[in-house]
C-alpha cells in the first residue's frame, strides 16, 4: 500500500465515478482502476461496490475514508508547509560576519541589496570571531563567512576588503607627548591577541619599528580596545574601522602600507547552491578594495 492508491481511493469515494476520478487525477482509468484493486488487495477487503456506472463505498470503504480524510488532509497540509519552509530556507543566504565589518561594510551592502536582486529578509546575519565563523561554514549553517583567511582546505577565499592600522591614542598621553608619532612604540601598547588573524597582522607592524614593544595588554575586538585606551594612559595599534568613532580620542594614520589585515569572502567550495553564492559575490564586489 502507497500513499498515492490512498489519495486515488479517497478521490474515487467523493465522485463515485472511475471516468470522473480519473480526469481529476490526470491518470488513464485502467491506472485508476489497478491502484484500487492493489489497495483492496492490500488490505484484503472490499472498498467498492457496482451500482450502474458509478461505485459505492462499501462498509469497509466508508470507515477507510472517515480516517482517510482527516490524515490526508495533514498529510497535504505538512507536505505544503515543509515546501514553503524549504523555499523560504531557501531564498535565505546566511551570512557569517566579523564584528569589524558589521557597523558600516555590510549595511550598506544590504541598502543596495534590491538593485541586485535581493532583498532584506533573504540574508540573516550572524556576527563572530573568523574560527567560529570558518566552522559553521564547513558545517553548512552558514553559506557566506565575512572574515579572516586560515588554511581550510575545504573553503574558497576571496580577498574583499583592506584594513588599514592606526595609533589610538589616550588624551592626557598625547597631551603630554605632542611628538608621540616619532616614538609611539616605546610607549605602553594595546593591541589584538595574537593569536587572532588581524592580531597577527597588528604585532607584525609593531616589529616592523621595535624588536621588544612594551604591549601591556591584548584584546579581541576595537571596542574593548578603545575602552581600555580611554581610561589608561597607552597607544593602540588597531585596525581603522567604524567602530573607533564611538571614542572621542586622538588617531594617527601609519604610513606603513605594505602591513594591513584582509578581509575575506569565504564559503565551502563544494556548496550545491553555488548561483546564490556567486550573485552575493557580485553584490560585495563592488564595495571591496581588490
Same mark, same amino acid.
Given at each position: 500500500?502507497?500513499?498515492?492508491?490512498?489519495?486515488?481511493?479517497?478521490?474515487?469515494?467523493?465522485?463515485?465515478?472511475?471516468?470522473?476520478?480519473?480526469?481529476? $487525477?490526470?491518470?488513464?482509468?485502467?491506472? $485508476?482502476?489497478?491502484?484500487?484493486?492493489?489497495?483492496?488487495?492490500?488490505?484484503?477487503?472490499?472498498?467498492?461496490?457496482?451500482?450502474?456506472? *458509478?461505485?459505492?463505498?462499501?462498509?469497509?470503504?466508508?470507515?477507510?475514508?472517515?480516517?482517510?480524510?482527516?490524515?490526508?488532509?495533514?498529510?497535504?497540509?505538512?507536505?505544503?508547509?515543509?515546501?514553503?519552509?524549504?523555499?523560504?530556507?531557501?531564498?535565505?543566504?546566511?551570512?557569517?560576519?566579523?564584528?569589524?565589518?558589521?557597523?558600516?561594510?555590510?549595511?550598506?551592502?544590504?541598502?543596495?541589496?534590491?538593485?541586485?536582486?535581493?532583498?532584506?529578509?533573504?540574508?540573516?546575519?550572524?556576527?563572530?570571531?573568523?574560527?567560529?565563523?570558518?566552522?559553521?561554514?564547513?558545517?553548512?549553517?552558514?553559506?557566506?563567512?565575512?572574515?579572516?583567511?586560515?588554511?581550510?582546505?575545504?573553503?574558497?577565499?576571496?580577498?574583499?576588503?583592506?584594513?588599514?592600522?592606526? $595609533?589610538?591614542?589616550?588624551?592626557?598621553?598625547?597631551?603630554?607627548?605632542?611628538?608621540?608619532?616619532? *616614538?609611539?612604540?616605546?610607549?605602553?601598547?594595546?593591541?589584538?591577541?595574537?593569536?587572532?588573524?588581524?592580531?597577527?597582522?597588528?604585532?607584525?607592524?609593531?616589529?616592523?619599528?621595535?624588536?621588544?614593544?612594551?604591549?601591556?595588554?591584548?584584546?579581541?575586538?576595537?571596542?574593548?580596545?578603545?575602552?581600555?585606551?580611554?581610561?589608561?594612559?597607552?597607544?593602540?595599534?588597531?585596525?581603522?574601522?567604524?567602530?573607533?568613532?564611538?571614542?572621542?580620542?586622538?588617531?594617527?594614520?601609519?604610513?606603513?602600507?605594505?602591513?594591513?589585515?584582509?578581509?575575506?569572502?569565504?564559503?565551502?567550495?563544494?556548496?550545491?547552491?553555488?548561483?546564490?553564492?556567486?550573485?552575493?559575490?557580485?553584490?560585495?564586489?563592488?564595495?571591496?578594495?581588490?
Amino acid at each position: 500500500m502507497n500513499l498515492n492508491h490512498l489519495f486515488y481511493f479517497s478521490v474515487l469515494a467523493e465522485t463515485e465515478n472511475y471516468t470522473e476520478a480519473s480526469h481529476q $487525477l490526470m491518470i488513464s482509468q485502467p491506472s $485508476l482502476s489497478y491502484a484500487i484493486k492493489k489497495l483492496e488487495a492490500d488490505l484484503e477487503v472490499p472498498l467498492f461496490e457496482k451500482k450502474g456506472r *458509478n461505485v459505492l463505498l462499501t462498509a469497509y470503504g466508508k470507515e477507510l475514508h472517515q480516517t482517510t480524510e482527516l490524515s490526508l488532509g495533514s498529510i497535504t497540509q505538512t507536505i505544503d508547509r515543509i515546501r514553503k519552509q524549504y523555499k523560504n530556507e531557501s531564498d535565505t543566504i546566511a551570512v557569517g560576519i566579523i564584528p569589524t565589518l558589521a557597523s558600516n561594510f555590510l549595511p550598506e551592502i544590504i541598502h543596495n541589496s534590491e538593485k541586485n536582486g535581493f532583498v532584506l529578509e533573504n540574508i540573516q546575519i550572524f556576527h563572530g570571531h573568523t574560527s567560529d565563523i570558518l566552522k559553521k561554514l564547513k558545517q553548512g549553517v552558514y553559506d557566506i563567512g565575512l572574515c579572516a583567511r586560515q588554511e581550510e582546505p575545504s573553503l574558497t577565499f576571496i580577498p574583499i576588503k583592506k584594513q588599514s592600522f592606526v $595609533l589610538f591614542i589616550n588624551k592626557t598621553l598625547y597631551e603630554k607627548h605632542p611628538d608621540i608619532q616619532e *616614538n609611539w612604540y616605546e610607549m605602553p601598547l594595546v593591541t589584538y591577541r595574537k593569536n587572532l588573524p588581524v592580531g597577527k597582522s597588528a604585532h607584525k607592524l609593531i616589529e616592523v619599528y621595535t624588536e621588544q614593544p612594551n604591549i601591556i595588554e591584548e584584546f579581541d575586538d576595537e571596542t574593548t580596545i578603545g575602552g581600555y585606551v580611554s581610561v589608561n594612559p597607552s597607544i593602540a595599534v588597531v585596525a581603522k574601522t567604524s567602530l573607533l568613532k564611538q571614542f572621542d580620542l586622538p588617531s594617527i594614520p601609519l604610513d606603513e602600507e605594505r602591513i594591513f589585515h584582509t578581509v575575506y569572502l569565504a564559503y565551502l567550495t563544494k556548496n550545491k547552491d553555488f548561483k546564490r553564492i556567486k550573485t552575493f559575490c557580485k553584490l560585495v564586489k563592488p564595495y571591496g578594495d581588490f
